[in-house]
Structure formats: C-alpha cells, structure tokens
C-alpha cells in the first residue's frame, strides 16, 4: 500500500517567513510522528499524535514551532518567522500505535532552506 | 552520557565480508530497539525491530540484542556495496513513547 507521504519535498524560503509543511501518514496508523534531521546529524524528536490524545510537544525547540493533526489523518507542522537554524529536513513518520512494538515507517522528508 | 550511542565511523569493509554495526544505550527500562539505514540524501528505512535478548535473524542482517549489557548489535553478512549506508540504532523509551536514535554509523563496503 501506499506510504507516508509528505510535501513539498523542498522549499526554500527567506528568514522571517512562516512555512507549512505537510505529512500524510499511512491509512490506519493512529500514531505520527515529526523529527528534524540537520546536516550530518542525527534525528530529532518534535512532536508526536496518537489518536484524539494530547500530543507531545516535549521536542519542539521554540514557540514558532507548532503542529496539528485531524483525528488520524494528515498533519501539518508550521514554522513561524523561519530562521537560518531552521533548515534542515524536516521526517514524518507513522506507526500503528503507540505501543513500543509499534514500528515507524518514515516519508521522503521536507528539505526546508531559509535563506 | 547520550541516550543512545553510535561510533560515527566511517566503517570500511571488503566486499562479501561481514560488518558490525554497535550500539549502547542508557535507559535500562527500554523495551525495545530498531535499525533503520539511511542512504545519503534519503530518509530512514526501518531494517529490523528486536524485543527479546538473543539474536534475530532476517536474510542477511541479524540483529543482537543483551539487555544487562544496553548493548544492541547488527550484524550484516556477505557485505555488498549497496549496503554503504548510514546505519541508524534507535531505542524506543517507553516513559516518554517515543523513539530515540543514535546519531548513525557510515558503513562502506569497498570493492
């Protein structure tokens, strides 16, 4: 079947602009997740929704960073007053729950490039 | 001490050899562990999941896991250049549900 989609696939912006990116996650998984990966590093852990449940914002790095997601379908993760540090690529993945045996299947990646 | 460690490598192995990829990890309560390989340019593709100490075994790649050592290894026979990659250990935490991942091994496998 059909995977996590995500889009744009690249999107370059200037500093100070607010940018949207998309994550459509794999039908039936309650659970989604975002992460950030800079340039040569690992992933970082932004947010994660599972179900109607609160979601966990223990990751996000500053109050311009926000997301929301419709019930069990495609999440959306802005970025306000987007910043040089803000680039990288930006990781939807999806599981089908939350439990730990749950594994997480990631999209393509959003390349986000403030300039 | 970071919650889930990796040797950046690069790793270099002769075509057809075995490679070994470790990782250690610090919360004793993690339940369970994934690999996932990262080729340049592209996002992460989950290889192996293992829960239980002992081996798993699938193909190729065979996944060690010792709980009383927080030690998770992967272990990748008959090496082929394609598997040259970036490989990422990644540690489920069950107190805060979510996953954290090492910052990855560069595998090459030379010809």
């Known amino acids: 079947g059909a995977g996590v989609s995500q889009s744009p696939s690249n999107k370059v912006t200037e500093k100070g602009k607010d940018v949207e990116l998309r994550c459509d996650p794999i039908?039936?998984?309650?659970?989604l997740y975002w992460y950030r990966q800079r340039l040569g590093q690992g992933l970082e852990f932004l947010i994660y929704?599972?179900?109607?449940?609160?979601?966990?914002k223990s990751g996000l790095p500053s109050d311009r960073f926000s997301a929301e997601r419709t019930g069990e379908s495609v999440s959306t993760l802005t970025i306000q007053r987007t910043q040089q540090e803000d680039s990288a690529v930006y990781l939807c993945a999806s599981s089908l729950g939350l439990a730990d045996t749950y594994e997480q299947y990631f999209g393509p990646g959003t390349r986000l490039t403030v300039t | 001490q970071k919650e889930v460690e990796q040797n950046s490598g690069p790793l270099s192995v002769p075509e057809g050899a075995i490679a070994s990829l470790n990782c250690t990890y610090s919360d004793r309560g993690s339940q369970s562990f994934f690999w996932y390989r990262q080729y340049s340019g592209k996002s992460p593709e989950l290889i192996m999941s293992?829960?239980?100490?002992g081996d798993k075994e699938d193909g190729r790649f065979t996944a060690q896991l010792n709980k009383a050592s927080q030690y998770v290894s992967l272990l990748i026979r008959d090496s082929q250049p394609s598997d040259s990659a970036t490989y990422l250990c990644a540690v489920f935490t069950g107190t805060a549900s979510k996953l954290t991942f090492g910052t990855g091994t560069r595998l090459q496998v030379t010809l």
């Open positions: 293992i829960y239980s100490n």
């Open positions: 039908s039936g998984h309650t659970a």
């Open positions: 929704f599972q179900g109607n449940s609160a979601p966990d």
